[in-house]
């Protein structure tokens, strides 16, 4: 008896990693002579033709369609007896398949084409039933089966990478949320007197919810298994979407730095954005995440807490109320952690500091002495009955509440 | 006619003892003290009859004495005897084995064949009997076949009736014999009776010349002339060793007690005058000294036979032990993909060179033609006077089968059309399946039928049935049917090894272009349970919901519908497809009808009171607690239409089985 030869996807340019079989030129069953052409396949560049190595009696393992991966047996060729006779084909019979592919039966195959899920992704060997592919598809759309007409295309890897995130981060939590309103009063013209205009209000709100969580600890930590993991480091990250998709970079220790650095840090995180060139580095190790909606006149939003944390901070632009700048920030947190009331209590104390800040934007306070680094001046400071130090390193004047550390 | 002649002119009783030399009038005392022994034996046993100590009836050779005796003169060791329902006067002048023979027929299990016997069935030191009229020969021939291969020039007699020229196998067995110089001796007893009817009533033409047709040699005797049987016979049997031909001998004679105890219609006046004529009752009358000494020793005799048979117990039977087959299963893989009429040539072919008793007969399977369907191909040329043609009788060729294998030989018949396994059924059913254990385990018949059975292919109702099933269940018989999932090569070459028992193996006629594979549907692969004769097991991942029984060529339908109940109806099947379907190990069905509770069983022939049929009961018994929905399909109840279209629709297949797979599915 000859050998059994295998064919295979053939490599033929060093990006790819798999091949589709584009047609079969001979009906699987059928003798073959030698270099005779049987099959296409289709790779990112070029359209390869395969040819039999030698004459033979052809079965498939592979259907027009499938993308297999490069070394993959597309056809085998069998030893032809002389005394063969050519079997008769039996139009009900599908073609062979790959022995390690799984099967679907013909509704299966129909679903699996409608709602667009890769054959390959099914465990070898197995039969797949349409029920099978319908699950795999899931959600009430496929379910419906309406019958209206689709267009599919591929979701970027960026916005399937971020949807495991979040699932992550939503599977691990218990979700609950509140909103408080912040009258900002002219939080904005304060960034401006600051010279951080451009960067918006983040600074100021990472600058104090930095601080913040040195107090709300469980909202800094992450829950697994009846244990709450508290984060050794407060390391904020910012939802930035600037047209090149949304990212989340990071600001380490955000409880050790004043707004201008923290400011300044973003800063340098949106120019690299801006020219794709934001590391993973950058991205990783945060713990709590603010995003702001605020300027695109969103009046509140349900922020979803992202893997690995318990709690995100959204700012929204409240109702339009004019003449006062309001503020809405909402904390979705992980209830297995904390609970309504201490996210209330972190909101209210929030508001207040950032009120503060607000007040502070008065054009008198110019020279007025400020702590350097909450840029509360003296007057603030007197109110809430703290003291402004004068410091040797860094040289500059800090109020009490900043030497403390929040 | 010529019966009633040679009864008119009966020679002439001896003369008086005393006035003949020594050595003959030892020779005379001798004969008649043998004659003497069989008839008080016999009249014993007419007598035990009526005291209720005998089963069954008794077929006396009370007045044929003398034919046993002429025989056994002239036997050498090593010479065999096949005879019939009248076999205790051969046996007893063969052997002298008073005691065996009176405790067989006594039921005992001390008999030759441990009571199981009984008077019609003995096997011992070279004697058998069967008690169905003309199959004895061609098994007889097949001994002889034997003797003539082994090559020490022994013979085989065989003795039959006038009424025995009635059955058809014996003239098949006659033309067999001389066409390939068979060392037999036919001894044809003529008491001008069949039964109750009388042989000129029944039988035309010449009896000696009917033996002559063929080419073979022929006496003629009586037993009221003793000395002239005894040449004759000396004749006889000296002409079948030396010129080892087949021979026959007719030899006149008359029973004096009925056919079989009690029935006798014959008038009296034709009794007395034969009983006049008896040799030994002459000599009663004129030597009656020496007489009543050889008689009363004989009775002597006979009565201790009797006593030590008395006490002796009863035959015992043994329980059944359950089939059981190996119950792990092993996923089947078979190198190349062959076509199956390949791998049974190869698989015999193998035997041929291994095994020096193996031998092929059947019709039409020399070179160059190699078989209806070329199985046995080229293997004449390859081993020269051993794969033989047979001239057309399915009875002689298996009879002779019998023979060879009772004989040590490992034969291998082929029926060319199962459809004409008919033709062999007595030779298959009350020879070659019986003697194992009615001769208690003295000798064994493994011998292997192969043919093909099957339709599909348009050759009308003579030629397309699976008739297996008639088959099934006779106790002596295996019955193997072959399929290309499970490589018949592999079946095969364990079956020669193991064989102990008659097999009928059933090929297939479409299944002989299958390719024997392991590679079956998408989704599914194939496995088999231990053993020779395993069960293959076609499944695959998922949970099944119905279970196929099927076995050889229903395979590839079955297979079909599987494919197609996963692709059209996302049903999954599983196939459960025996090798040995009698007996049958229902196991490996159980085990997967426990998880399905659905059973369809598929066979090509017919379904009332087919294999469908006992393997559902089977199941039931065996999981008595399940409720189970189980369907049966068979061929339509009709002879199979020449048509092929109509064939087809006759039969069941991929549609049929889909369309029953998916009611039973869904509706239950």
């Avoid at chain 1, 920030?329 to 209830?335: E, G, I, R, V, Y």
């Avoid at chain 2, 030191?125 to 007889?140: E, H, I, K, L, W």
Wanted: proline share 5%; with cysteine; glycine share 10%.
């Amino acid at each position: 008896m000859a050998e059994t030869i295998a064919l295979s996807i053939p490599r033929e340019t060093v990006n790819d990693e798999t091949g589709r079989i584009l047609s079969w030129k001979v009906p699987s069953g059928s003798l073959v002579e030698k270099d005779e052409l049987v099959c296409e396949v289709e790779t990112s560049k070029v359209v390869l033709e395969i040819h039999a190595p030698a004459a033979g009696r052809l079965r498939y393992s592979a259907a027009v369609g499938e993308e297999l991966p490069i070394g993959a047996d597309i056809c085998y060729i069998v030893g032809a007896d002389e005394n063969d006779v050519e079997p008769v084909v039996d139009a009900a019979i599908p073609e062979s398949v790959a022995p390690a592919a799984a099967r679907l039966s013909a509704a299966a195959r129909r679903a699996a084409a409608q709602y667009g899920i890769d054959v390959s992704s099914f465990p070898a060997g197995t039969l797949v039933r349409r029920s099978d592919v319908l699950r795999k598809a899931g959600g009430p759309l496929a379910d419906r089966d309406a019958g209206v007409p689709v267009r599919w295309a591929d979701l970027p890897r960026r916005k399937l990478l971020e949807s495991r995130i979040l699932r992550a981060g939503q599977a691990a939590s218990i979700q609950s949320s509140v909103t408080s309103t912040c009258r900002a009063g002219r939080l904005l013209a304060r960034m401006q007197k600051l010279g951080l205009a451009t960067a918006g209000l983040q600074p100021i709100v990472i600058f104090e919810t930095g601080r913040l969580l040195k107090q709300y600890e469980e909202l800094n930590a992450i829950h697994q298994q009846g244990r709450i993991g508290q984060y050794q480091q407060i390391n904020i990250g910012w939802a930035l979407d600037g047209g090149y998709g949304l990212v989340v970079p990071v600001i380490e220790r955000a409880d050790e730095r004043d707004i201008h650095e923290i400011a300044a840090i973003m800063q340098q995180q949106l120019e690299a954005y801006l020219e794709q060139a934001l590391s993973p580095a950058q991205l990783r190790g945060g713990t709590f995440t603010v995003t702001d909606l605020s300027s695109y006149g969103a009046s509140f939003f349900q922020p979803l807490i992202a893997e690995g944390q318990s709690a995100i901070l959204g700012i929204g632009g409240g109702p339009p109320w004019p003449g006062d700048e309001v503020l809405t920030l909402t904390l979705a947190f992980d209830h297995q952690l904390s609970e309504g009331k201490r996210a209330a209590r972190f909101l209210q104390d929030l508001a207040a500091r950032l009120e503060e800040h607000g007040a502070l934007a008065s054009p008198a306070d110019e020279t007025e002495p400020h702590c350097m680094v909450c840029q509360r001046d003296r007057k603030t400071l007197q109110e809430h009955k703290l003291i402004l130090l004068r410091s040797e390193v860094p040289p500059g004047l800090v109020c009490s509440l900043c030497v403390a550390g929040w | 006619m010529v019966y009633f002649a040679i009864g008119r002119h009966a020679m002439q009783p001896e003369s008086k003892t005393a006035e003949m030399p020594h050595a003959i009038r030892d020779a005379a005392r001798q004969l008649y003290a043998d004659a003497f022994l069989i008839r008080c034996f016999e009249e014993r046993l007419l007598k035990l009859f009526s005291e209720g100590k005998l089963f069954g009836t008794v077929h006396t050779c009370i007045g044929q004495e003398f034919t046993g005796i002429a025989v056994a003169r002239h036997l050498l060791a090593g010479d065999l005897i096949f005879t019939n329902h009248r076999c205790h006067g051969h046996y007893l002048a063969r052997t002298g084995d008073v005691e065996g023979l009176m405790a067989e027929i006594m039921g005992r299990s001390t008999g030759i064949c441990g009571g199981r016997g009984g008077s019609q069935h003995i096997c011992s030191a070279g004697v058998y009997s069967n008690g169905v009229q003309g199959g004895t020969v061609p098994v007889a021939a097949g001994l002889a076949l034997a003797q003539k291969m082994a090559g020490r020039g022994n013979v085989v007699v065989v003795f039959i009736g006038d009424g025995t020229l009635g059955e058809g196998v014996v003239y098949e067995t006659l033309n067999v014999a001389a066409r390939w110089n068979l060392p037999m001796a036919v001894v044809l007893e003529n008491n001008g009776y069949s039964q109750s009817t009388q042989t000129a009533e029944t039988t035309a033409g010449d009896i000696l010349k009917r033996a002559e047709a063929f080419g073979i040699a022929a006496w003629h005797a009586s037993t009221w002339d003793p000395a002239h049987l005894i040449d004759t016979m000396e004749c006889v049997i000296g002409h079948a060793r030396e010129q080892c031909r087949p021979a026959f001998v007719r030899v006149d004679t008359y029973r004096l007690a009925a056919h079989s105890k009690g029935d006798d219609e014959r008038p009296a006046g034709e009794l007395d005058q034969y009983r006049s004529m008896d040799p030994l009752n002459r000599f009663s009358a004129s030597e009656p000294e020496e007489a009543a000494v050889l008689r009363h020793s004989a009775e002597s005799r006979v009565s201790r036979a009797v006593e030590l048979a008395l006490p002796a117990e009863f035959t015992q039977i043994e329980p059944e032990s359950a089939v059981s087959a190996g119950r792990s299963w092993q996923r089947t893989e078979i190198q190349g993909s062959e076509l199956v009429a390949r791998r049974i040539h190869a698989a015999l072919r193998e035997q041929m060179s291994q095994d020096s008793r193996a031998l092929i007969l059947g019709e039409d399977i020399e070179a160059p033609y190699g078989g209806a369907f070329k199985i046995t191909r080229d293997l004449s040329d390859s081993f020269p006077g051993r794969v033989c043609n047979t001239p057309l009788s399915e009875a002689a060729l298996v009879g002779l089968g019998t023979g060879l294998a009772m004989a040590g030989m490992r034969p291998i018949c082929e029926i060319m059309f199962g459809d004409f396994l008919t033709l062999a059924a007595d030779q298959i059913i009350n020879h070659a399946a019986k003697f194992q254990w009615a001769y208690n385990g003295q000798v064994s018949v493994p011998m292997v039928i192969r043919t093909p059975m099957g339709g599909r292919r348009g050759y009308g109702p003579t030629h397309s049935q699976s008739i297996e099933k008639h088959f099934l269940g006779v106790p002596g018989l295996n019955v193997v049917a072959i399929h290309h999932r499970y490589d018949p090569y592999l079946l095969y070459r364990d079956l020669f090894a193991v064989i102990d028992q008659p097999t009928l193996v059933i090929e297939n006629k479409a299944l002989y272009g299958e390719r024997v594979s392991h590679e079956t549907i998408g989704g599914f692969w194939c496995e088999h349970t231990g053993g020779a004769f395993p069960a293959t097991r076609i499944r695959s991942s998922a949970v099944p919901e119905i279970t196929i029984v099927c076995y050889g060529g229903m395979l590839p339908e079955a297979e079909k519908a599987a494919d197609r109940l996963f692709e059209e109806h996302e049903i999954v099947a599983e196939i459960i497809c025996p090798t040995q379907i009698c007996p049958l190990d229902v196991e490996p069905i159980l085990e997967s009808v426990r998880t399905t509770r659905r059973l369809l069983l598929v066979e090509e022939g017919q379904v009332f009171c087919g294999f469908g049929s006992e393997v559902a009961a089977a199941v039931h018994e065996g999981c008595p607690e399940l409720r189970l929905l189980v369907r049966r399909q068979g061929a339509a109840r009709h002879p199979l239409p020449a048509s092929k279209p109509a064939e087809l629709a006759s039969l069941p297949g991929a549609d049929s089985i889909v369309r029953d797979c998916v009611e039973m599915v869904r509706n239950g």
